[in-house]
């Protein structure tokens, strides 16, 4: 549970190599927002880079997700 706060720490903070070093290489990410998978040593940022393009383009608000126990 400890990597999963790291990694939600760090996208609250907007820090993608945060997350990345949280998360195992290879990394892989699917989503529901094209292109639906990203996956290898950069998938991280890649899939962050995404989100915030396609943020930007649906003039989304800032997300901060949150756990509860």
Request: hydrophobic share 40%; aromatic share 8%.
């Amino acid at each position: 549970m400890a990597a999963v706060r790291q990694y939600i720490d760090a996208f609250n903070r907007g820090d993608a190599k945060a997350m990345a070093a949280t998360c195992a290489d290879p990394m892989q990410i699917l989503d529901g927002m094209t292109p639906h998978v990203w996956h290898g040593p950069t998938a991280t940022e890649d899939w962050y880079g995404d989100v915030l393009t396609e943020g930007k383009h649906l003039v989304l608000q800032p997300v901060r997700p949150v756990i509860r126990r």
